[in-house]
Nanobody, 125 residues
């Protein structure tokens, strides 16, 4: 069974950077499209970024384009989310998600069937 474990969240100030890490326990990690979602209090879970199983394509929410970068290291079964120029509105619990094959175009939470427990990111103004 695939398990995802996120880390790297924390409390930062506006303009700072953070790098989130998602470690996957699966032998076929390179066959999974990986994504990051986030959920703020009282709001629905929203798409942040995705990277295809081949790492050939990435996709970002408009709200994070130019500030966040998703990447993966298939040798380490790990996906990263580099977050720069953080804003208070980026405050949320960030979740790592996976789907077998799929593609980076998948932005709906229901398209992903494996989820991590989440890591809190808080950006103060």
């Amino acid at each position: 069974q695939v398990q995802l474990v996120e880390s790297g969240g924390g409390l930062v100030q506006a303009g700072d950077s953070l790098r989130l890490t998602c470690a996957a326990s699966v032998h076929t990690f390179s066959s999974y499209t990986m994504a990051w979602f986030r959920q703020a209090p009282g709001k629905e879970r929203e798409f942040v970024a995705a990277i295809s199983w081949s790492a050939g394509s990435t996709n970002y929410a408009d709200s994070v384009k130019g500030r966040f970068t998703i990447s993966r290291d298939n040798a380490r079964n790990t996906v990263y989310l580099q977050m720069n120029s953080l804003k208070p509105e980026d405050t949320a619990v960030y979740y790592c998600a996976a789907v077998f094959f799929g593609g980076s175009w998948l932005q709906q939470p229901r398209a992903y069937d494996i989820w991590g427990q989440g890591t809190q990111v808080t950006v103060s103004s």
